[in-house]
């Protein structure tokens, strides 16, 4: 267990990893962001981050993912959270902070973000901070533009850079989620996004099918098959071409669609239900393929010690 050495005064908290079932990219803006039109879901794997008093800021994570390109400094989210935490409220005390993670690093699930998360949770509590779920939003927005998702989980239509949410109903999804050995950062992804997009008049769809909306709320996988979709996946693919062979693999081992997370490049494959996703796991294993399965959506950020 990281995280049996505590002192009794830690907090815990956690926040899930997303998958976005619809992203739809705009051109870019005069800020270098782009306007998205994405629906997010919160999967069933969590980052768990315990923060500590401490008498200077310290750093460390564990976990069974690729550790390697994980900043161990400021430039991490989660002390990025604290930070803004204390200048929101005037808090000057030393934290130490401890990540687990169990969401894949570099792959477009939103795990530094969810770090964010579940950090701007837990030091609300360690520092009794008080601070209401509308002001912890407001922080998460300029942390990053999936932390608001991620501290309220679920379900979500996400319209601007992805901050503004509006929730919606969805049944339960199953999911064979498959990481790749390579990292890419997101900002590299959407300027490979504008490069390949550069002759090409993007316009925004300005809202989501019925089908695809009603398909989430009857929790019917086959009907929502055909309605996933990534705009990134071009860019993604681009940068790392083996994606395009894992994605083929899902599909020749039954799942009902498949698609790169986000920016990418993991790869979430579509299950019937818990039975099949088991089916399709064993299958990819077998050709070598390191595979979860996870379910969706889960809920948002939360403590799980105070
Ligand atoms: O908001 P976040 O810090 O996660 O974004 C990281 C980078 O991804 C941004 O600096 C930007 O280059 C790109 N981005 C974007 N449009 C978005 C979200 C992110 O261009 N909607």
Redesign the pocket.
């Known amino acids: 267990m990281p995280f049996s050495h505590l002192p009794d005064s830690s907090v815990i908290a956690r926040a899930p990893g997303k998958i976005n079932l619809v992203l739809r ?1 705009g051109p ?1 803006r005069a800020d ?5 039109l994405t629906c997010f879901q919160a999967v069933d794997i969590w980052e768990t981050v315990a923060l500590s008093p401490a008498d200077e800021f310290s750093i460390a994570v564990s976990g069974d993912v690729n550790l390697g390109e994980i900043p161990l400094d400021g430039n991490n989210l989660a002390m990025q959270a604290v930070a803004a935490v204390a200048r929101a409220t005037g808090r000057t005390d030393a934290v130490a902070i401890l990540i687990d993670k169990k969401v894949p690093v570099g792959g477009g699930m939103g795990g530094g ?1 969810a770090d964010a998360a579940a950090t701007l949770i837990a030091i609300n509590e360690l520092w009794h901070t008080g601070l209401s779920q509308v002001e912890l939003l407001t922080i998460a927005a300029e942390l ?3 932390v608001p998702f991620l501290l309220e989980g679920g379900t979500a239509i996400g319209r601007g ?2 901050e503004i949410l509006e929730p919606i109903k969805s049944l339960a999804f199953n999911w064979v989620i498959v990481p790749s050995m390579e990292h890419l950062a ?2 590299g992804v ?2 490979r996004l504008d490069e390949l997009r550069a002759d090409v008049d993007v316009v925004l769809p300005e809202s989501l099918p019925d089908t695809f909306l009603d398909a989430l709320y009857r929790g019917d996988p086959e009907a929502l098959a055909p309605h996933l979709i990534n705009d990134m996946a071009q860019a993604s693919l681009d940068l790392e071409p083996e994606l395009e062979a894992t994605l083929e693999k899902g599909l020749q081992c039954g799942a009902l669609a498949v698609m790169v997370s986000g920016s990418g490049p993991t790869s979430a494959m579509l299950a019937r239900d818990d039975a099949h996703a088991n089916a399709i796991q064993a299958s990819l294993r077998d050709q070598g393929h390191h595979c979860v399965i996870t379910s969706s959506p889960a809920r948002g950020a939360h403590l799980v010690r105070r």
């Open positions: 990219v870019r270098g962001y782009h306007d998205l973000s990053g533009s999936d850079r992805g997101t900002p959407y300027g």
